[in-house]
């Protein structure tokens, strides 16, 4: 049986309609006049979050989900100001199975 989630491109947005609160912290940023998905997991071995942005070539880890989020929003500024590619953001799914 698999579990599908789809945040339909904008999850930040959906999630804090939600009451899940704002992943984002503070809103959804304008960047470059695009929003992106930031996909943030936690690594319960090391203890630390590891984020990438849908759709970029950008990944980091942090102490903390404040800290890795503010890394891939850093990565995207960077990446969009040393004239990377601006595709439109990828869509995210999350899928659950069991195995």
Do not use: C
């Amino acid at each position: 049986m698999a579990k599908m989630v789809s945040t339909g491109g904008h999850g930040h947005r959906n999630a804090a309609r939600e009451g899940r609160g704002d992943i984002l912290m503070g809103g959804p940023r304008h960047l470059h006049g695009v929003e992106y998905d930031i996909v943030v997991e936690h690594d319960p071995v090391t203890r630390r979050y590891a984020a990438s942005v849908a759709g970029l070539p950008i990944f980091v880890d942090g102490r903390t989900e404040k800290e890795a989020i503010r890394l891939a929003r850093e990565g995207i500024d960077f990446y969009l100001d040393e004239g990377g590619e601006t595709e439109p953001p990828a869509r995210v799914k999350v899928v659950t199975v069991d195995v």
